[in-house]
C-alpha cells in the first residue's frame, strides 16, 4: 500500500487520540468512587436487612400490644356491664355471682395490665433501636449519595473530554485515504495499536529494537510505502529521527 510520508505521520495522531480515548474510558470504569460504593454495598444491605428484621419486629410488638390493648378494653366493658347489674339487682344471689365474677375480672384486668406494660416496654426498645438503625441507614445514605455525585461529575466531564476528542479523532480520519484507515483500524482491532512511531530503530509499537535485517527491508521501501511493525504490526511510521 501507498500512502504519503505526510498521511502516514498524521496515523500517529489518530493513534495518540484513539489511545486517550482507550484511557478515558479505562478511567470511567475504574473511578474510585465507584470502587469505594462497591466497597460499601455489603454495608447497605446488611443496614437494610437490620431494618427490615427491626421494622417487622417492631410492627409484631405493636401488632401484639393493640391486641392485649383490646383485651384489657373488653374486660373493663365487662366489669362495667357486671357493675351496672349489681347496681340494679335486688337478689343476694345475683350480687354474689356478679362479685366473684368481677373479682376474676379484675385479675383478669391485673394480668392483662402487666402485660400490657411488658410489650409497652418491648416496643419502646424496638422504636429505640429501629431509630438507631435509621439513624445509621441516613448517615450511610448521604455518604453514598455524596459518591454517586461525585461519581456522575467525574463520568460527565470525562464524557465532554471524550465527545471533544472524538471530534478531533473524526476530523483526523476523515483527511486521510480510506484504505490507509481502513488498514490503520484493522491493525487495531488485531493487535491493540494502529500506528506506532520507528525511533532510533525502536518500534514505539512494541519498545523493541528492530533487527538489522530488519531495519534493512524498511530502509528499500520507498518513503509512500507503509510498513508494518515486525513485532506489534503496527504501521510503522519513519521520521527524520527513525535512525534509517
Same mark, same amino acid.
Given at each position: 500500500?501507498?500512502?504519503?510520508?505526510?498521511?502516514?505521520?498524521? %496515523?500517529?495522531?489518530?493513534?495518540?487520540?484513539?489511545?486517550?480515548?482507550?484511557?478515558?474510558?479505562?478511567?470511567?470504569?475504574?473511578?474510585?468512587?465507584?470502587?469505594?460504593?462497591?466497597?460499601?454495598?455489603?454495608?447497605?444491605?446488611?443496614?437494610?436487612?437490620?431494618?427490615?428484621?427491626?421494622?417487622?419486629?417492631?410492627?409484631?410488638?405493636?401488632?401484639?400490644?393493640?391486641?392485649?390493648?383490646?383485651?384489657?378494653?373488653?374486660? +373493663?366493658?365487662?366489669?362495667?356491664?357486671?357493675?351496672?347489674?349489681?347496681?340494679? !339487682?335486688?337478689?343476694?344471689?345475683?350480687?354474689?355471682?356478679?362479685?366473684?365474677?368481677?373479682?376474676?375480672?379484675?385479675?383478669?384486668?391485673?394480668? %392483662? +395490665?402487666?402485660?400490657?406494660? !411488658?410489650?409497652?416496654?418491648?416496643?419502646?426498645?424496638?422504636?429505640?433501636?429501629?431509630?438507631?438503625?435509621? /439513624?445509621?441507614? !441516613?448517615?450511610? &445514605?448521604?455518604?453514598?449519595?455524596?459518591?454517586?455525585?461525585?461519581?456522575?461529575?467525574?463520568?460527565?466531564?470525562?464524557?465532554?473530554?471524550?465527545?471533544?476528542?472524538?471530534?478531533?479523532?473524526?476530523?483526523? /480520519?476523515?483527511?486521510?485515504?480510506?484504505?490507509?484507515?481502513? *488498514?490503520?483500524?484493522?491493525?487495531? $482491532?488485531?493487535?491493540? *495499536?494502529?500506528?506506532?512511531?520507528?525511533?532510533?530503530?525502536?518500534?514505539?509499537?512494541?519498545?523493541?529494537?528492530? !533487527?538489522?535485517? &530488519?531495519?534493512?527491508?524498511?530502509?528499500?521501501?520507498?518513503?509512500?510505502?507503509?510498513?508494518?511493525?515486525?513485532?506489534? $504490526?503496527?504501521?510503522?511510521?519513519?521520521?527524520?529521527?527513525?535512525?534509517?
Amino acid at each position: 500500500m501507498k500512502a504519503s510520508p505526510t498521511d502516514q505521520n498524521e %496515523l500517529l495522531r489518530l493513534q495518540a487520540a484513539d489511545t486517550r480515548l482507550g484511557q478515558l474510558d479505562h478511567a470511567v470504569r475504574t473511578l474510585p468512587q465507584a470502587a469505594e460504593l462497591a466497597a460499601l454495598q455489603p454495608q447497605v444491605e446488611a443496614l437494610r436487612a437490620r431494618w427490615i428484621a427491626a421494622t417487622g419486629e417492631l410492627e409484631d410488638a405493636r401488632a401484639e400490644l393493640g391486641r392485649v390493648e383490646s383485651d384489657v378494653a373488653l374486660v +373493663e366493658a365487662r366489669m362495667k356491664r357486671d357493675n351496672d347489674r349489681v347496681q340494679q !339487682t335486688a337478689s343476694m344471689k345475683d350480687v354474689q355471682a356478679l362479685e366473684a365474677e368481677l373479682a376474676s375480672l379484675a385479675k383478669r384486668r391485673d394480668d %392483662l +395490665e402487666e402485660i400490657e406494660l !411488658t410489650v409497652m416496654e418491648r416496643v419502646e426498645g424496638l422504636e429505640s433501636a429501629l431509630a438507631a438503625v435509621e /439513624a445509621e441507614r !441516613t448517615e450511610l &445514605d448521604a455518604k453514598v449519595g455524596a459518591l454517586e455525585s461525585a461519581r456522575e461529575e467525574e463520568v460527565a466531564k470525562i464524557a465532554a473530554q471524550r465527545e471533544s476528542l472524538a471530534r478531533d479523532r473524526a476530523t483526523i /480520519a476523515g483527511a486521510l485515504p480510506t484504505d490507509l484507515v481502513e *488498514l490503520y483500524e484493522r491493525q487495531r $482491532s488485531r493487535y491493540g *495499536l494502529g500506528a506506532a512511531k520507528l525511533q532510533y530503530g525502536v518500534s514505539l509499537g512494541s519498545n523493541v529494537k528492530l !533487527t538489522e535485517s &530488519d531495519l534493512a527491508e524498511i530502509r528499500r521501501a520507498a518513503p509512500d510505502d507503509v510498513v508494518l511493525c515486525p513485532d506489534s $504490526s503496527a504501521i510503522l511510521v519513519r521520521g527524520e529521527d527513525s535512525g534509517l
